[in-house]
């Protein structure tokens, strides 16, 4: 039974950048079986797919977010991270880390992360 | 890529159905049997309920089924009961390693 669990900071300032870590226990991110990415909620939104990877393969993001989003992998740590750069108050939301297959099946408990001055 | 379309809301009493929609395009919905439904509970994660557009993960009742037609998955809820009030958001896969989410219907038994 995979775990997850996000950690970083609360609280950002308009045009710094949101960094956040994924720790995993339960079973290797390098494992190449699943897919680990990052999801987020607006408070009182949707869901909003950021981005993601399979191990073995390449790493895969949001059009809309794209030129702002790093996801990536430290296997030393079986942990993943997600790096949102030139963040504003519409970047406040909680942010969920994720795995599965086809579909998310094993989701951290969320972050809620506060873009402000 | 704009989110898949549901309802804001769907309600119905304990024991009866409701039915969801999600509808979206070729590129999305139509094109791809990987559709996904997640249940969530105020405050929690997202759980998921239906995956591949009719399989229902172990320990998911049967009382969730799924299915689409076209540009349009749905997820109905059978036998409805007190735990199945939540949010309800579809989820599809988009291309090129994209995946999309619904705008998330919420689901209140009275």
């Known amino acids: 039974q995979l775990q997850l669990q996000e950690s970083g900071p609360r609280l950002v300032k308009p045009s710094e950048t949101l960094s956040l870590t994924c720790s995993v226990s339960?079973?290797?991110?390098?494992?190449?079986?699943?897919?680990w990415g990052w999801i987020r909620q607006p408070p009182g939104k949707g869901l909003e797919w950021i981005g993601g990877?399979?191990?073995?393969?390449?790493?895969y993001y949001n059009p809309s977010l794209k030129t702002r989003v790093t996801v990536s992998a430290d296997t030393s740590k079986n942990q993943f991270s997600l790096k949102l750069s030139s963040v504003t108050a519409a970047d406040t939301a909680v942010y969920f880390c994720?795995?599965?297959?086809?579909?998310?099946?094993?989701w951290g408990q969320g972050t809620l992360v506060i873009v402000s001055s | 890529q704009s989110a898949l379309t549901q309802p804001p809301s769907a309600s119905g009493s304990p024991g009866q159905s409701v039915t969801i929609s999600c509808t979206g395009t070729?590129?999305?919905?139509?094109?791809?049997?990987?559709v996904s439904w997640y249940q969530q509970h105020p405050g929690k994660a997202p759980k998921v309920v239906i995956y591949?557009?009719?399989k229902r993960p172990s320990g998911v009742p049967d009382r969730f089924s799924g299915s689409k037609s076209g540009n349009t998955a749905s997820l109905t809820v059978s036998g409805l009961q007190a735990e199945d009030e939540a949010d309800y958001y579809c989820?599809?896969?988009?291309?090129?390693?994209?995946?999309?989410f619904g705008t998330g219907t919420k689901v209140t038994v009275l």
């Open positions: 994720t795995s599965g297959w086809t579909h998310l099946v094993y």
């Open positions: 339960g079973d290797s991110i390098s494992s190449g079986s699943y897919y």
């Open positions: 990877f399979y191990y073995s393969g390449s790493t």
């Open positions: 070729s590129s999305d919905v139509g094109g791809y049997n990987y």
């Open positions: 591949e557009v009719t």
């Open positions: 989820s599809s896969y988009a291309g090129s390693n994209n995946f999309v």
